[in-house]
Each structure stands twice: as C-alpha cells, then as structure tokens.
C-alpha cells in the first residue's frame, strides 16, 4: 500500500467526504476519488459508505484506519527526525481546549516564545475527543486536554489543576435554590459540543441531580456560554479560573460542587514516539519547569 493513500484514506475518514478531504489535503476532488479506489481495490473491500451526507467508514475501514494513522504519523516523525539538528525551532502545532487557551496558556506561551523564539508556534482550539485525535492522526504535535485519556499511543503531563464549579442566574445562591427556582426537569445545560469533557460531567451531575432529560444548548464560545448564564437561559460547568475572570462574573452565581465533580486536570498530551522533534521537547520540559516551581 501506497503512504499517499493511506494518508488520503484517513484524511477522507477524519473529514467525512470527498471535497472536505481534497481541501485539507490542498489537492483536487479526482485525486482523492482515485487513491480511495486504488486502496479498495489493492484490499478487496470496501472501505467507505456512501451516502448523500457523505462517506462513512466500512468494517474494514475501521479497521484500517488506526494503522493508517499510525503509518502517517510515523513517516512525518521520520522525517522531523532527520531534519532535526537538536535546536528547538520549526514549527510546532499546539492544540488546547478554548477554556485553557483563554486563562492558562497565554503567560505559558509567551514564556515559552521568549526563550525559543526559533520555534514557529501555532494554536487550534477544540474539544478533549477532537484534540486526541488530532494529536493521534499527527495534525498537532501536541495538546492540552482533561483527563483521563485512555490509549496506549498517547502520553502526557499534568499541566494544570482546575475546580470546576457550577455556574447560575445571579438569582440562585445554592443548588438547593436552584431546584426549587425551576422546572421539575432541570434547568437548561449550556454546554460545548459532543466532545467535551466538561460537558460530560456536566451531564453527569445533572443526572446525579435528576434531571437526566434537561434540555441541553450548544453554544460555540466561552464568553457566550457565560453571557447566557448571566442572562438567566441555563446553567454550564467550567473552571472556577476561568469564570472568576470574566467581565461578567459580578454578574452570575458560582456554585461549589463536590470533588468528584469540580476536581479535574488538565494534561499535555503527545504521542509516543522514537522521536521528539526537538521544539516539542523544549516545550514539555518548559512546561515540567512551570510545573515544579508550582509545586515547590
């Protein structure tokens, strides 16, 4: 099997078609059509569905797709390997949940800039399930996440501990208020999408508090998420840092919870590999510093 297909292969799996696949692929729509063909053809089987909302994945292509992962990930880690010269500099592609990115990262990056200036560093943000896969298929180098991620591909650091709390109308002082100030079903659950840890959790608890069927909105923002709760349309879970520091936190109730809800970390995660390119290696161990001074 051909590198290149099998890259165009997890490309159209990761983006669900054709056309979204040649445009992260910067090639044109044939190109892909005939690799998936060639690849199909070489196996015996079909490795996609198609349909009028795309192409979805076959037994076999689920299958296949994790080796194909683990072969493009390796050819670009080959390839890093024997540009790198021991400097940290290049690129190197950080993924981040937005929550982290707006109130732990910048005075981590920016510490991180001044001392590898060399080192072209770009930021994604996305949900824990997107930037594991990401980091997985080898489109970031690395990612900060909530635990706990669970493969045995991945590794990581504890970068940060958060306390997640429950955040309401300003009307509501306590959980107990909370429920006698709405329907039988719950409040509404702000959340970000599928993907989500704090979502999860989120979920968890509202289970936990009986209401398992709350309606639930999916806002794409976070400054959004607390503009709604400030303006009384639901409820969302986020770090206690994030929400002490928005201009609007005069504005809503922050709600403790018990440690098996609010206790969360957040971890740096990357994959194994024979290999560090040299720039994300200066990154972990930048963050391993901040890290321990923390501690002591």
Request: glycine letters at 8%; one cysteine or more.
């Given at each position: 099997?051909?590198?290149?297909?099998?890259?165009?292969?997890?490309?159209?799996?990761?983006?669900?078609?054709?056309?979204?696949?040649?445009?992260?692929?910067?090639?044109?729509?044939?190109?892909?059509?005939?690799?998936?063909?060639?690849?199909?053809?070489?196996?015996?089987?079909?490795?996609?569905?198609?349909?009028?909302?795309?192409?979805?994945?076959?037994?076999?292509?689920?299958?296949?797709?994790?080796?194909?992962?683990?072969?493009?990930?390796?050819?670009?880690e080959a390839?890093?390997?024997?540009?790198?010269?021991?400097?940290?500099?290049?690129?190197?592609?950080?993924?981040?949940?937005?929550?982290?990115?707006?109130?732990?990262?910048?005075?981590?990056?920016?510490?991180?800039?001044?001392?590898?200036?060399?080192?072209?560093?770009?930021?994604?943000?996305?949900?824990?399930?997107?930037?594991a896969t990401?980091?997985?298929?080898?489109?970031?180098?690395?990612?900060?996440?909530?635990?706990?991620?669970?493969?045995?591909?991945?590794?990581?650091?504890?970068?940060?501990?958060?306390?997640?709390?429950?955040?309401?109308?300003?009307?509501?002082?306590?959980?107990?208020?909370?429920?006698?100030?709405?329907?039988?079903?719950?409040?509404?659950?702000?959340?970000?999408?599928?993907?989500?840890?704090?979502?999860?959790?989120?979920?968890?608890?509202?289970?936990?508090?009986?209401?398992?069927?709350?309606?639930?909105?999916?806002?794409?923002?976070?400054?959004?998420?607390?503009?709604?709760?400030?303006?009384?349309?639901?409820?969302?879970?986020?770090?206690?840092?994030?929400?002490?520091?928005?201009?609007?936190?005069?504005?809503?109730?922050?709600?403790?919870?018990?440690p098996q809800?609010?206790?969360?970390?957040?971890?740096?995660?990357?994959?194994?590999?024979?290999?560090?390119?040299?720039?994300?290696?200066?990154?972990?161990?930048?963050?391993?510093?901040?890290?321990?001074?923390?501690?002591?």
């Amino acid at each position: 099997m051909e590198l290149s297909d099998l890259v165009t292969f997890a490309a159209v799996a990761r983006t669900g078609g054709i056309t979204r696949a040649a445009e992260a692929l910067n090639t044109v729509q044939s190109n892909v059509t005939q690799r998936i063909k060639a690849l199909e053809a070489e196996i015996g089987t079909a490795l996609f569905e198609r349909h009028s909302r795309g192409m979805t994945l076959t037994g076999a292509g689920r299958r296949l797709l994790p080796y194909a992962q683990r072969m493009a990930a390796l050819s670009r880690e080959a390839l890093l390997a024997a540009r790198d010269d021991g400097d940290a500099k290049g690129p190197l592609a950080i993924g981040s949940m937005e929550t982290t990115a707006a109130v732990r990262l910048p005075a981590v990056l920016a510490s991180f800039h001044r001392r590898f200036p060399a080192v072209s560093l770009t930021l994604r943000t996305a949900t824990t399930a997107e930037l594991a896969t990401a980091v997985l298929e080898g489109s970031l180098d690395g990612a900060f996440v909530t635990s706990p991620i669970d493969h045995a591909e991945l590794t990581g650091i504890t970068a940060f501990r958060e306390e997640l709390v429950l955040i309401t109308a300003q009307r509501f002082d306590s959980l107990a208020s909370l429920r006698a100030g709405t329907a039988e079903s719950g409040p509404t659950a702000l959340v970000f999408r599928v993907g989500c840890t704090y979502r999860h959790r989120l979920e968890n608890l509202f289970a936990t508090l009986g209401w398992p069927s709350a309606a639930r909105c999916e806002l794409g923002t976070l400054d959004g998420m607390i503009g709604c709760v400030a303006a009384g349309m639901g409820v969302a879970l986020l770090p206690r840092t994030v929400v002490e520091r928005s201009e609007l936190a005069s504005e809503i109730s922050i709600l403790a919870l018990e440690p098996q809800f609010a206790r969360v970390e957040t971890l740096f995660i990357h994959r194994r590999s024979l290999h560090h390119p040299s720039a994300l290696a200066a990154f972990i161990s930048s963050l391993e510093s901040e890290e321990s001074e923390i501690a002591a």
